[in-house]
């Protein structure tokens, strides 16, 4: 088989690795790709935008490609699976209607609501219909969210009522260009977060391992939101009884609903969830989509051929399937450039991968591209080492073994990526 995967992230050199390991496929492309991918055996990168839909229609004519897997989620909302179902090609990902799911966050929670699905209280507002006094009514603190894509910097958590009106006009003024034109304001909501990926096939549901992301900048959670600056999988704050819930109170009525609405889904579906403290799973949001970096601890883990799993799901055999998983433990450590997350410095050699490549784990490639021979620094999240281990503590020692070998000018990373499932381990050892 010949498979084209779209991307250019940590997330699409993950699947690249992954799929390169399948007995059934002969060749991958990956439009853009980038230096990890250009170096990955069997991969090759194809220089056409992730977004450019008919040179990418043309491509996979041309090539013959079976199987398109779509990464990241601005081809899927624009509408790249329906495009390719038109052109008679395979394309594994929801159609533009459903991938509204991520594409806009007013509908969402429109969605979220209308089905009675779990998910904070809020209010929906334009620059016409704002209404200060109905957040000044509010107890802070309060979250602003852009309605549309703002590539995960759209989200501004308010510690006072002021912060919020003036984050809020600051979006009606631009701040987030068309993203910003409607805006979600919402209760500020407690509890730990975890994220549940499944693959969807209009009712029927795979879930895969679970995961926990970390969104702030830097070590305990302090500095700014990022895109994620690490992950690790399995999650154990989702216990089996959990898991149990979140597949009943969210994933269920959500594809339920998506079907009922006329927009079935196929595709990754990720569900971000804040589990409360009484223990409600409340949906933060949905990505139509596997997550970054959530994707590069989830496939070290993966043993099935994750072909094997999307074609079921585009034949409508997802019930015939199993997704199975190594036991241990895996830990993603991101590696940012310097002035991640505001200005992120780009073109700085990287030392160290093939010191890295000798030793156990695997170091993913995001913002890296070749000059000459050399990889060099093209993004804010450069790298993803991950580690597998036993326990987590060990994945996470296996990950930053890794990571310490690696260095450029300006290199951030945390030091702390796991430390809540490290928490539990070590306090079910003193309890024992
Ligand atoms: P979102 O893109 O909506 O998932 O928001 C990005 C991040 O902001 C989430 O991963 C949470 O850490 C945080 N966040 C979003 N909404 C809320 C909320 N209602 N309460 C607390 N934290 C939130």
Redesign the pocket.
């Given at each position: 088989m010949k498979i084209l995967i779209l991307g250019s992230g940590g997330r699409e050199h993950a699947f690249a690795w992954k799929i390169a390991q399948s007995p059934r496929v002969d060749a991958i492309f990956v439009a853009p790709g980038n230096a990890g991918t250009a170096l990955e055996p069997r991969v090759t990168n194809v220089d056409i935008a992730a977004e450019d839909v008919p040179r990418l229609i043309e491509f996979a004519k041309r090539e013959a490609i079976d199987l398109t897997i779509v990464g990241p989620e601005a081809p899927l909302v624009i509408g790249v699976v329906d495009a390719f179902n038109a052109a008679g090609l395979r394309c594994f990902g929801p159609t533009q209607a459903a991938a509204r799911l991520e594409g806009s966050?007013a509908f969402t929670k429109d969605f979220l609501k209308r089905h009675r699905i779990p998910t904070?209280a809020y209010a929906t507002f334009t620059k016409a219909t704002f209404d200060a006094e109905w957040v000044r009514k509010q107890r802070a603190p309060l979250?602003v969210?852009a309605d549309g894509l703002a590539a995960?910097k759209g989200?501004i958590?308010c510690e006072t009522i002021d912060e919020a009106i003036r984050s809020t006009e600051a979006m009606f003024a631009g701040q987030f260009g068309q993203a910003g034109a409607t805006v979600v304001i919402?209760?500020?909501?407690e509890g730990e977060?975890a994220s549940f990926i499944a693959i969807v096939s209009g009712t029927d549901i795979l879930p895969l391992a679970t995961s926990q992301d970390h969104?702030r900048l830097d070590d305990a959670d302090r500095g700014p939101?990022t895109g994620g600056m690490g992950a690790y999988s399995p999650a154990p704050v989702v216990t089996d009884e959990m898991h149990a819930r979140i597949m009943r109170e969210v994933m269920e009525p959500t594809v339920r609903g998506l079907t009922a609405d006329g927009t079935p889904y196929l595709g990754f579906l990720y569900a971000?969830i804040?589990i409360a403290p009484d223990g409600t799973p409340n949906v933060?949001?949905f990505n139509c989509r596997f997550g970054d970096p959530e994707t590069q601890p989830i496939m070290m883990r993966l043993q099935s051929d994750l072909i094997d799993l999307c074609e079921a799901a585009l034949d409508r055999r997802l019930k015939e399937v199993d997704a199975n998983w190594d036991p241990r433990a895996a830990v993603g450590v991101v590696l940012a450039a310097g002035g991640y997350p505001d200005s992120p410095q780009k073109g700085d050699a990287i030392a160290g991968l093939d010191r890295a490549a000798k030793l156990p784990g695997k170091v993913f490639h995001a913002g890296t591209k070749l000059q000459g021979d050399a990889v060099v620094t093209s993004g804010g999240r450069v790298l993803c080492a991950v580690g597998l281990g036993d326990s987590v503590s060990d994945a996470q020692r296996a990950a930053y073994a890794l990571a310490d070998t690696i260095q450029w000018q300006g290199v951030h990373y945390r030091r702390d990526i796991g430390y809540r499932a490290i928490a539990r381990e070590q306090a079910s050892k003193a309890k024992k």
């Open positions: 966050k904070a979250v969210k995960g989200v958590i919402e209760e500020f909501l977060e969104k939101n971000g804040m933060l949001e």
